[in-house]
């Protein structure tokens, strides 16, 4: 079929968005992989995929495709890209907008500046709803928080672990620039405690309200940032006593603001979503 889509990035966090409300998208994991592939395809860390809602009360549902072709929970960055996509194509006239997904409905909102702003919901964590294994671990607490001993490379990494409807491992280091993000992050991403594996974040804390993150995700490797890792990193760095609320992230791809009020309170982030060009592909 010839299929029409949008390249859009949410700093740097790129993705191959497309209307299946007036298109008949039914693709194989190998075809997801394909469209992602940066030579052979389009090329995107994700691919968003914008359809009817099949929930009363809800405006779009939208699903997410990780470049390994594998469809996943939630994506951050991707929930503002979906906004500017919905608007820019006229598919509705609303500002603020619900949108089922598979970890269940989040609410992203344009805002009069051009911004987008969305309620990513409230953070899960406890260890088994990540999911996580830590039978026979002994955590240490940090505040509010749990630290996990993780094997990783024969080497003790403690992390925190939170679930922003996608499961996150989140470790604390002096420099996010020179972190072992490459060498540590395939082997956290696939490290048998995770049973959906995992997003490995990588946070440098700046001061009390900024911090430089970078993030090797699960299925897509590292990216130029992560929403959803964003969110997870700040729930964190909050619940170990290291940040306040509001926390500017920096990421090798832009800066994402998150704002969190703690345990059942939504986690609510702020950053850019852009549209670089429209395309058809056969496929
Ligand atoms: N790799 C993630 C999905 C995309 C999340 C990320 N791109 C974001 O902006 O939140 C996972 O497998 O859970």
Known sequence: MKLKFTKMHGAGNDFVVIDAINQDVRFTPEQWKQLADRRFGVGADQMLVVEK????????RYRIYNADGGEVEQCGNGARAFVRFVTEKGLTGKRAIKVETMSGIIEPRLEA???????MGAPILEPERVPFDASGLQGKAEGTDTLWPLDVNGQTTWIS???????????VVPDAQSAAVHQDGPAIEHHPRFPKRVNAGFMQVVDRHAVRLRVFERGAGETLACGTGACAAVVAGIRRGLLDSPVRVTTLGGELSIAWAGPGTSVMMTGPAVSVFEGEIEI
Not at 53 to 60: K, Q
Not at 113 to 119: E, M, R
């Open 161 to 171: 672990v939170v679930s922003m409807g996608n499961p996150h491992a989140v470790q």
């Open 113 to 119: 500046d051009g911004g987008i702003t969305v309620d």
């Open 53 to 60: 809602p099949s929930t009363d009360g809800v405006d779009f």
